[in-house]
Structure formats: structure tokens, C-alpha cells
């Protein structure tokens, strides 16, 4: 790769397996400026569930649904700056986020906790916050997934999701935090695999003109967000895209569309797949499928963008900003809720055992990235054990029987059960509802979307599975600031 970008590659995304240590990250980013001193190094670095700088501890932020919970643009504002600051430190210099879907539907299996919320100006006035604060620490920020994916059931990683809501809801809603992400001067703009015959009836949001040049490129005069910016594609070889027209084709046609830049790599993708790209877009042009201008015009703008990055960020940006190293803990504390409200309860004292219901993990998210409250209670409360179960232990051992492993195991330490979007789990409910049944007493913390009544003696809504989310949690378990906690 470093031999492409003096051949002319313009950018460079980085993943978590990229990524050991701030130090190395630091060190790999100035390897890749020697070839190339206006290269874009991107990352997905969101915070809250989605990190990869933090990938194998937890992220020392909370995500946008916290942070929406909160509903103060100025924490939102700071934590985006802390985070653009400890980006821009280790070389990275073009984020993809922030998430500025609007999380309408709670069924939702891919966006939930990483949305703000479900109110279009909410997201709005927290979407323009976390621009201003990440691209005042030098770091462009990559607003995401446009026009919005909010309202879909189905993971575009896994196939496309179709939103049929109209032009007015569209107006209305999904492009409310986006007409705010322009105008609060988003550098990027990452298009989405959905499909919305509103728009288009043919062609993903990522493939379609209607989508790309005819509603985010178009004057507001005439009724468009008149964003100017570089337009990123997500993942190309997500099976949105992949299945139905190959990353070789799907490629051409985005950048047809209006894209100025292909985002690959997510499924390991090598130099071949950096080559067979290029030698498609190259075809495309000799065959008259895609228009050398329009080529020539995507290229402007990585250009344009990876000049902004140059004067702007890097390190030498980060040491002008005060390190806020305590912001993501404290917006984490701020955004827990604990029902019911004002009553005291019984604060876990000795070793408890935390019981994580584990649901499968979004690709987005991923595998690796550790949460829950366990360790961080063990912290607390030496001796404390925990256990994760899955849907296919309840299925194994039957919800009961899965409930009576749990309680002989559990022996007479207080239990703490930790779910992650129990509304969209019936294996999860049912196994909750049986073990509140034989222990009353149990704590519960919903580290998802707080869709489901609040159960639990008490019940911790985190807003998310950030590793600050589950100190604070761990916090209140113990009694320490339960009452710094207040319920909706």
C-alpha cells in the first residue's frame, strides 16, 4: 500500500486489527504521511459501542444514544473534541461518524444505540455538536449514513433494507440531522445501502443519482441539502452492494452516482481488490460508462479534503487543545437513568454475580470489543463472578433450566443482570422475566436501547455498552452516586 500512494492513492482506512496501541497507530500514520503528506487516514471511530481505537478494552466515551439522553450539545461538543483530539494525536485525521440517523425504528439490528435518538431536531442539534467539536480538534468529520437509516429492520451488511416512507416523512425526518450536519460544515458525507423508492425505485442510495447528486448535491434553492463536500460510499463489499452487483460494478456505479470515494476493506480486502477497482473505473471511462469529468471531479475532491487535513490536523493540532480527559466518564454518568426514581434501594455490598445476556453482535460493533458491567463490578466488589448466555443456551437447557443453572451458580450472591436491546429478543425476555421471578431482587441494566418497561430492583438504562457506561453502572450498583442518577 505504501508503493500506491506514491502511484496516487489517496487514502487509507484503518480497522481495529490495524490498531495495538496509540503509540503504533501514531507510528504506522506517520509512515504512510512520508509517502503521501496530504494522505486521509480514516477510522470508524464513533465511541461508545463502535471504537477501534479502544477495540480490545472498551471506549472511554459513551455513544451518540448517551449523549442524546443527556441532550447538552456542549457535553456533546466536548466529547467529540476530546475524541478529535485523541484521533488527531495518533495521525488519523478523517473520522467516519457521526451517526446522524434518526433511530425511528427501535427494531432497528444495526444503528439503535449509535443514533442520537428518535426526534429528528435532537439528532440535529447533537449531529452539528459533534461536527463542530471533531473538526475543531482537526479531524474531518464524516457525517453518516445518508439519507438515513433509521428506519430500516434489516442490517445492510447482511442485505438491503428498503425504507417506503414518502418524500414528506423523508423531509421531515431522516434528512433533518443532515440539513444540520451541511450546514454546521461536515467535511464528508457517507451515502447508505438502502433503498427508498421515494428517491429511487431502482437503485441503493449509494448507486442512485436521484439520491446523491439530485437531493445532496442540489441547491437548497431548489429543494436539496447543497452539500459541496466529498461524498464516501460505506462499505462496498457489504451485501447490500456485494450480492446484487459485485464491488466492481457497485464501484463504477457510485462513483457515477456522485461519489467521490469507495470505501473497501471491512472484509479484509487486499491490493488485488485495491487493483481490480481501479481497472474497473479505468474501464468504465474507456467504455463510456462513467464520464472522465466526473472521475477527474471525484478526485478534486479527496484532493481537496486531504489539503484541509494538511493545514488543519495531525498532531500538531491535538497539542493545541487541553487534554478533557475525564469528559467520556462523566457524560457517562450523566446519561444513566435508574428506575424507579427516588426510592432507595438495597446497594450490592459483598460479591454479586453478574449474568450477561448476550445477544449476536452487529458487524459494525463487532465481536472482540468487550462490555457489560462485570469487570468493572469486580473491580468494586472483589470476588464477584460473572457468565455470559446466549439464545442458544436458553434453547439448550430450556429457559428454566437455564434460570436454575444460573441460581445454583449465582449461590446466595445478588445477582445483576446485564441485557443489550432486551425488546428485540424474545429468548431475553423470556429468561429475564423467569429469573426476576425467583429473584426479585436482581439488579438489571439495559446497555441497548431502554425500548422494554424498566424491571429490576432497580433497573440501569446506560444508553449504551461503552467500558464507561459500565463503570457508571458499576457505580450505582455499589451505591456510590445513586442518587446523582435521576429516572425519566
Not at 500500500?1 to 503509540?23: D, H, K, Q, Y
Request: aromatic share 4%; proline share 6%; with cysteine.
Amino acid at each position: 500500500m505504501l508503493r500506491r500512494l506514491g502511484e496516487g492513492l489517496a487514502s487509507v482506512g484503518l480497522f481495529g486489527r490495524n490498531i495495538a496501541t496509540p503509540e503504533q497507530l501514531g507510528a504506522l500514520t506517520a509512515q504512510l504521511r512520508a509517502e503521501r503528506d496530504d494522505v486521509l487516514v480514516a477510522i470508524d471511530e464513533e465511541g461508545g459501542d463502535v471504537t477501534r481505537l479502544e477495540v480490545r478494552t472498551g471506549s472511554s466515551f459513551p455513544g451518540n444514544l448517551a449523549l442524546g439522553a443527556v441532550d447538552d450539545p456542549e457535553l456533546t461538543r466536548a466529547v467529540a473534541r476530546e475524541l478529535g483530539r485523541r484521533l488527531a494525536e495518533c495521525g488519523v485525521n478523517l473520522n467516519w461518524a457521526p451517526s446522524a440517523d434518526v433511530n425511528s425504528n427501535p427494531d432497528n439490528p444495526v444503528i439503535g444505540v449509535r443514533s442520537f435518538g428518535a426526534e429528528p431536531g435532537l439528532v440535529a442539534r447533537h449531529t452539528a455538536a459533534y461536527i463542530e467539536g471533531l473538526q475543531g480538534a482537526g479531524v474531518a468529520a464524516c457525517t453518516k449514513h445518508f439519507p438515513g437509516h433509521g428506519d430500516t429492520a434489516v442490517d445492510s451488511h447482511h442485505s438491503l433494507p428498503r425504507i417506503d416512507a414518502g418524500l414528506d416523512t423523508l423531509t421531515a425526518r431522516e434528512l433533518v440531522p443532515f440539513r444540520a450536519a451541511v450546514a454546521a460544515g461536515t467535511k464528508a458525507v457517507m451515502s447508505a445501502h438502502i433503498l427508498l423508492p421515494a428517491l429511487d425505485p431502482d437503485l441503493p442510495a449509494t448507486l442512485s443519482p436521484a439520491a446523491l447528486h439530485g437531493l445532496l448535491r442540489r441547491p437548497v434553492a431548489d429543494g436539496g441539502l447543497g452539500f459541496d463536500g466529498m461524498i464516501v460510499t460505506d462499505g462496498m463489499e457489504m451485501r447490500a452492494i456485494a450480492d446484487a452487483y459485485g464491488i466492481e460494478r457497485g464501484s463504477v456505479l457510485a462513483i457515477a452516482a456522485g461519489a467521490d470515494a469507495i470505501c473497501v476493506g471491512g472484509g479484509l480486502a487486499d491490493e488485488g481488490t485495491v487493483l481490480r477497482l481501479r481497472d474497473a473505473l479505468v474501464s468504465a471511462v474507456i467504455e463510456g460508462r462513467l464520464a472522465e469529468e466526473r472521475l477527474a471531479e471525484a478526485a478534486a475532491r479527496v484532493r481537496g479534503l486531504g489539503e484541509w487535513t494538511r493545514r488543519s490536523g495531525g498532531p500538531r493540532a491535538a497539542h493545541g487543545i487541553e487534554p478533557a480527559a475525564g469528559v467520556g466518564l462523566a457524560a457517562a454518568r450523566r446519561a444513566l437513568r435508574v428506575t424507579p426514581a427516588g426510592t432507595s434501594y438495597e446497594p450490592v455490598t459483598g460479591p454479586a454475580y453478574v449474568a450477561t445476556f448476550t445477544p449476536v453482535a452487529n458487524i459494525a460493533v463487532g465481536e472482540e470489543t468487550p462490555w457489560g458491567v462485570g469487570a468493572e463490578l469486580a473491580r468494586l466488589r472483589p470476588g464477584t463472578g460473572a457468565a455470559t448466555y446466549g439464545r442458544q443456551d436458553a434453547e439448550a437447557r430450556g429457559v428454566h433450566g437455564l434460570i436454575e443453572y444460573m441460581l445454583d451458580t449465582a449461590g446466595d450472591r445478588r445477582i445483576v443482570a446485564v441485557v443489550r436491546d432486551v425488546h428485540r429478543h424474545p429468548w431475553m425476555a423470556d429468561a429475564l422475566d423467569a429469573l426476576l421471578t425467583a429473584r426479585p431482587e436482581t439488579v438489571v441494566v439495559e446497555m441497548g436501547v431502554p425500548q422494554a418497561p424498566p424491571v429490576g430492583a432497580p433497573h440501569i438504562a446506560t444508553h449504551g455498552a461503552a467500558r464507561v457506561c459500565g463503570r457508571a453502572a458499576a457505580e450505582v450498583i455499589v451505591g456510590n452516586g445513586a442518587g446523582d442518577h435521576p429516572g425519566d
